[in-house]
């Protein structure tokens, strides 16, 4: 059988209270995955410091100290999420055949890794994807939230999985083809997809976090939503032609009724004119706001500055 290094790559952002538990349970799962003859006895749980505040760090300094099954990268500055997990994929490639990114607070069920690795092992499938089986433990807000972003990717043209986020395993050349990605406005969960490469999904039941806060509220999926769609898709663009053009007939309807009613002496001419010019420079500044996520984006692309910079590496 061919040599199988897994690194399990775990970004992390201000976890000191979680952490030492997540160790110890990717500990022993790596530990069944070598004594099963799965995975080679060099594998290894990968910490990715994202410029965490509290003691993040030095936990994953005590880890690694006690034991080698653990390594870790500090990143100089938080970079968010999705740059972290870049980082760690990045990194973890160097010496893995197959990686596997999961977050910190375990609420990804980790007996699914079990299920991941024969997929690659027996199928050889190079990307499996971890797939929420339902959502019946989430409360009604997040539930719809969540599920209103899969259907806004959707309707946007932006290829994603279903109910998966950032739990996933990569063949070395996955990963190795995801890095030739330049962008700075890096979403995993869009470029991964369009690899192309042989793929498989597992289904698990979510839990609840280990310990902590969650890392990812509402504003922050919002933000990842509204990055996924910009850096995929310009349906918005095409969207603007379209309102500008309803609007166009509808203020051309509303002007020509207001007329009438003003010739007849029904009406003021002076109130309805002015929440027309005011919904309509709503329209323009929603337009422009649109128009400027783009331009944004394309000037910070166009500088082709590196994602992020290593502050320690532990290996």
């Known amino acids: 059988m061919k040599n199988n ?31 099963e003859g799965y995975i080679d006895a060099k594998s290894k749980v990968l910490f990715v410091d994202d410029g965490s505040k509290d003691k993040t760090w030095a936990i994953i300094e005590k880890l690694h100290s006690e034991d080698s099954i653990f390594s870790g990268l500090k990143l100089s500055r938080n970079k968010g999420h999705q740059i972290a997990v870049f980082a760690g994929l990045k990194t973890a490639i160097k010496y893995a055949d197959l990686t596997i990114s999961i977050d910190a ?8 890794i079990d299920k991941m ?19 019946k433990k989430d409360s009604f807000f997040k539930r719809f939230t969540a599920e209103t972003f899969y259907k ?14 950032d739990f996933r395993l990569m063949s070395k050349r996955a990963v190795e083809a995801l890095i030739q990605y ?5 979403y995993l969960r869009g470029i991964i997809p369009q690899l192309g490469y042989k793929n498989a999904t597992v289904e698990y039941e979510r839990g609840k976090r280990l310990a902590g ?4 509220p509402l504003k922050k999926m919002i933000s990842l939503a509204v990055n996924g769609i910009t850096s995929f898709s310009c349906k918005p663009l ?9 609007f166009s007939l509808i203020s051309f309807a509303g002007f020509v009724t207001t007329l009438v009613f003003y010739l007849l002496k029904y009406i003021s001419m ?15 500044l929603l337009g422009l706001g649109i128009v400027g996520l783009y331009v944004g984006k394309t000037y910070i692309e166009s500088k082709h500055r590196p994602k992020f910079f290593i502050d320690k590496e532990l290996n």
Not at 152 to 165: D, I, R, S
Not at 182 to 186: A, G, K, L, P, S
Not at 213 to 216: I, R
Not at 278 to 283: A, E, N, P, Q
């Open 182 to 186: 330049e962008e700075d406005n890096i």
């Open 152 to 165: 806004l990717m959707k309707k946007n043209g932006v290829e994603t999985v279903f109910n998966h986020a």
């Open 117 to 135: 690795v024969k997929e690659y092992i027996d199928n050889d499938c190079d990307i499996v994807y971890g797939v929420r089986s339902s959502r």
């Open 5 to 35: 290094i897994l690194y399990i790559v775990v970004p992390c952002y201000n976890e000191e209270e979680v952490l030492e538990i997540t160790a110890k349970e990717l500990k022993q799962k790596l530990n069944n995955l070598i004594d």
């Open 105 to 112: 607070d375990l609420q990804d069920d980790i007996n699914a």
């Open 213 to 216: 806060e969650s890392k990812y």
């Open 270 to 284: 002076f109130m309805p004119l002015i929440f027309t010019v005011l919904f309509g420079v709503g329209i323009i």
């Open 238 to 246: 095409n969207l603007l032609f379209v309102f500008g053009l309803i």
